[in-house]
């Protein structure tokens, strides 16, 4: 934990002009993502580092429409892989949709067809009972050694060839059987190479189902904890020994969706009253260590977590006060954003055994989304949460993320690497060098709003502040999306 952290002052003099209010971020997500075969990529700036190879994939949602009809929310868009390698002759891209049979029906009838998480089944009143969800497969992707994961957590995983992006179907990794979920973000431990996640059912009240697998993705053993209300979790962390989850407040109401009258997100209350309800189990067991409450809030998702000498958890996330966030991103598809949110990158300390939480600091008092950590890290001591974060004078209600930030928890400081007017990165891909694992190269794909054009960015992680080592050009506009992997050679 850090006291008087330096970064709270730094970041104050973010300003008060708010010069960057063009809102060219909309012109990403106005037309869906075009497919393109494996194409060479030109370098605009710079030079591909050496030892980088191996290959970044991102998902997201490609399109936020079909027939005329927008999506509910920027969580219903069908799934959209770009896949960028980095090989001795160069970069090369490729662009597909996950090819999910609600895509193949919606894309034979020319129209949306299904309901999701923020829309119900257009047409008629038996179609919200037919066609209650489409798996999307948008959310995020986990590589295997022999396969590539397009998740969605409402369903199961999809699998996909890893070079040619070919949809090979749905993956049961050998145990989700009947209804049961696969959440977005399985955590890999570095140092056993074990993956951890979970799938949260239920239509009236919760279960928590947990997952262990081994380095294939093959579930080798499963647990199913009962909750006292059907909450939306997202994300977990892994710390040390232990799997953490703080189940917020907000409730989804099974009635309204199981008549079919509301989908999923607009049958959700924020009910902070009942406070964030902290659950630590022990990763080797999957047994309930602690059981405990704190003030409500809501989060989607953690930086990471580590035990230290104590025994205490650290923990860092992007933390909200509020449940606004649901309808800013409701707005997204729409081009407006117009609701603000009370949020920031914060770090928490809590008792394992008990629960307790012992400190909540808050680091960066603007919306942070996307914290991530180098995947060497994951649940030990670090350094560096990188997360995306807005340049000074931006109207952070109206614009979408302009800039990637990391705090140093070594220094107490904070960097903010603004893109520059009408530039929006999508969350940073921590690529290892594999000369020297502590240090390596943040990723990400930027959208040009200036010229339409995307492009990937690799940056040098030691040095944020400086300009990106390498710009490439990529042969068409990527739309917004949500997270990505890195595979290295
Ligand atoms: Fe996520």
Same mark, same amino acid.
């Given at each position: 934990?850090?006291?008087?952290? %330096? ?15 063009? *809102? ?28 980088? !190879? ?22 219903d868009g069908d799934g959209a892989i770009l896949r960028v ?7 090369? %891209? ?28 257009? #047409?008629?009143?038996?179609?919200? @009972?037919?066609?209650?969800? +489409? ?17 969605? /957590? ?22 989700? +059987? ?17 993956? @951890? ?27 199913? $904890? ?9 994300? $977990? ?22 008549? #079919?009258? !509301? ?9 902070? +009253? ?7 189990f022990d990763k080797q067991t999957l047994s309930l260590v602690? !059981?405990?409450?704190?003030?409500? $809030? ?10 230290? /000498? ?25 081009? /407006? ?20 939480? *012992? ?27 990188? @997360?995306?974060? $807005?340049?000074? #004078?931006?109207?952070?209600? /109206? ?23 009408? !530039? ?34 690799? @940056? ?30």
């Amino acid at each position: 934990m850090v006291q008087n952290p %330096a970064f709270l002052d730094s970041e104050t003099k973010l300003g008060k002009e708010l010069k960057n209010t063009h *809102k060219a971020w909309k012109q990403a997500i106005a037309e869906p993502g075009q497919e393109f075969s494996s194409t060479p990529l030109p370098v605009l700036e710079g030079t591909i580092p050496e030892y980088l !190879r191996g290959t970044l994939y991102r998902i997201g949602p490609g399109r936020l429409s079909r027939g005329g009809i927008q999506v509910g929310h920027w969580f219903d868009g069908d799934g959209a892989i770009l896949r960028v390698h980095f090989g001795d002759d160069g970069a090369t %891209a490729l662009y597909r949709y996950v090819q999910t049979k609600g895509y193949q029906h919606e894309v034979a009838a020319g129209k949306l067809l299904y309901g999701n998480y923020g829309m119900i089944a257009p #047409g008629r009143f038996w179609n919200h @009972f037919l066609r209650p969800l +489409k798996n999307v497969a948008n959310t995020a992707v986990i590589a295997l050694p022999d396969k590539l994961l397009a998740l969605w /957590e409402g369903g199961k995983p999809h699998a996909l060839d890893l070079e040619t992006l070919e949809t090979q179907g749905i993956d049961s990794l050998g145990a989700l +059987k009947g209804g049961l979920t696969y959440s977005a973000h399985p955590k890999r431990d570095p140092q056993t190479g074990e993956i @951890f996640n979970f799938g949260v059912t239920g239509k009236f009240k919760g279960c928590l189902n947990l997952y262990k697998s081994d380095s294939t993705g093959k579930i080798l053993v499963s647990k199913a $904890f009962s909750l006292d209300w059907l909450p939306l979790v997202h994300d $977990f962390v892994l710390a040390g020994e232990y799997l953490i989850f703080f189940i917020p407040p907000v409730k989804v109401h099974g009635l309204p969706v199981g008549l #079919g009258l !509301r989908s999923y997100g607009n049958s959700m209350t924020w009910e902070p +009253k009942s406070g964030t309800q902290i659950l630590v189990f022990d990763k080797q067991t999957l047994s309930l260590v602690s !059981r405990s409450e704190t003030e409500g $809030f809501f989060l989607w998702h953690f930086g990471n977590g580590y035990v230290d /000498e104590n025994g205490m958890v650290m923990i860092d996330f992007a933390g909200y006060e509020d449940f606004n966030i649901n309808q800013r991103l409701k707005e997204l598809p729409t081009g /407006e954003l117009k609701t603000p949110t009370k949020s920031g990158l914060w770090q928490l300390i809590l008792n394992p055994k008990t629960g307790k939480v *012992k400190a909540v600091e808050k680091g960066y008092n603007h919306l942070a989304e996307f914290p991530m950590v180098s995947p060497l890290e994951i649940g030990q001591k670090w350094r560096y949460t990188y @997360f995306l974060g $807005f340049g000074k #004078g931006t109207n952070t209600t /109206e614009e979408f993320f302009n800039a990637i930030a990391r705090i140093d928890y070594k220094t107490d400081s904070l960097t903010i690497a603004d893109l520059g007017e009408n !530039r929006y990165p999508l969350e940073p891909t921590y690529a290892a060098n594999p000369i020297n694992p502590q240090s390596g190269w943040l990723l990400t794909i930027v959208y040009d709003g200036n010229n339409h054009t995307s492009e990937v960015w690799i @940056f040098d992680s030691e040095h944020l502040d400086d300009e990106p080592v390498c710009k490439l050009e990529l042969p068409s506009v990527i739309p917004l999306g949500f997270h990505g992997i890195w595979k290295g050679n």
